[in-house]
């Protein structure tokens, strides 16, 4: 008996350790998919000198890669539930390694536009399939909120290292070594999760797997993301940006229908008649606007402003990494405060992170000056990273985590588009509303040029600050929304699966 007892210890230890490998191998896994995103653009000029092809075709690389990307991770995440996580997690990382070498191969705008689509529809393998591994590997759920929150943190810590491992990549190896670094790490990756993650699948087996809610999805989903990257350049009322409205409305309303009369629908309508799930969903489309559309500005601001270079500007990105991270452990342990509560504060945090920007930046600004609101910003949104995830995870069927896991994938990246487009857009009015303001109110006692010209330098540089404090100040007011709306978080039981309550009405 005794020698029973001590057998059985040694094995839940033994599985206590692996739990914790298969979350530091998703962690590789999803850190690696997301530095490829933040680092790419890095390496944007030298692929325009080498291609000899301008800034507005490069364009395309990101765009090609983030239009495959959203239309394939609720595929992925409703394969990854009935035909097994592990399996499509894994063909997802072999089609990224070489999606990943094929790019660094590249000859020309057309091959780099196809390999970094291949990277992409591999790449979107990996945020529902991990975040379903997880759930379903940590069962209790302090411990699934603690894995949850570590493995978000892995989302900023790329997009700091993007730049900071980018910059010395391109400068001494070329463009080609951001995406062929991807292959020795990749395989490292792929070892482990063929190693320590387990098998699984949903109870409930896909018979016919819902192709046209996919591709009406997808069509809705890539005229959306493409008006939100281009609109700016376009005009967001010109004929092409209304036709792209119209594609969206027409195909979302399709894609509804659909769903609703699917017996095993790709995203199942019936979460969003559970409020935790949606008040959890519209927390984390504010946060992440909020968050992605002022700070995409900062590498800019410093860069541009404050004359820094790549690496310099993602050295002051350390501490808020750090911030991040530690915000994310504490906020794990409050399983025993609300969870609205915590995310609410957690979002009130961040808005004052965010509007503390007005204070600190100028033109005089120092490197202290951009991390202290940084690391104030990162450790509102990690305080709540393991909440905003695992209500999510938790308020539906084991079987459909992928599913609902994907749904938030979504609208993270989405989010992130409507707050590049919207702020963008701010900055660009606002620029040119503060200079002809500034201009009106401006008296030059000189009469000559170079005082001329030493004004309207001043002028611009004065407009395009307060611009950037306009951009913020927006930011904040969408995040302190969203901390007001988190109160009415009430998290609650699971949902039950493709409920089918849309096809009464």
Known sequence: MAMDQKDSAAENGKGDNLRWWVLLTVIIGTFLGRLDQTIVSLATPSIIQDFSITVSEAAWISTAYILANAIFVPVWGKLGDTSGRKKVYILGFVGFIIGSMLAGLAWDLNSMILFRVIQAIAGSADYPTAMAII??????????????????????????????????????FGWRSVFLINIPIGIIGLAMAMFFVKESVSDKRTVKFDWPGAITLGIALSSLVLVLDKGLDWGWLSGV?????????????????IETRHDEP??????????????????NFIVFMGLIGGIFLVPVFAQTFLGYDATSTGLIFIPMTFSLFIAAQIGSRLDNIDAGRV??????????GMFSFVFFIDARSTALDVILPLSLMAFGIGLAMSQRTNIIASTVPENEIGSASSALALVRNISGAFGIALFATILQDSTESHVLALARESVVNSAGQL????????????????????VFIASAAILFIGAILAFFIKPGTAAKPNTGVFAEA
Request: hydrophobic share 60%.
């Open 266 to 283: 790709i995203i199942d309508l019936g979460f969003f008649r559970n409020p935790a799930f949606v008040g959890a969903i519209v927390n």
């Open 241 to 257: 940006s209304i036709m792209m409205y119209i594609i969206v409305a027409l195909f979302g309303l399709i894609f509804i229908r």
């Open 451 to 470: 005082a001329y010209a030493q004004a309207s330098t001043l002028i611009i540089l004065k407009a395009q600050v307060l611009a950037y404090h306009d």
């Open 343 to 352: 995310i609410a504060i957690s979002t009130l945090i961040a808005a004052i």
């Open 135 to 172: 759930a379903v590997t940590f069962k209790a759920g302090k411990e699934r909120a603690q894995a949850l929150g570590l493995w978000s943190t892995s989302f900023a810590a790329a997009s700091v290292f993007g730049p900071l491992l980018g910059g010395p990549l391109i400068d001494l």
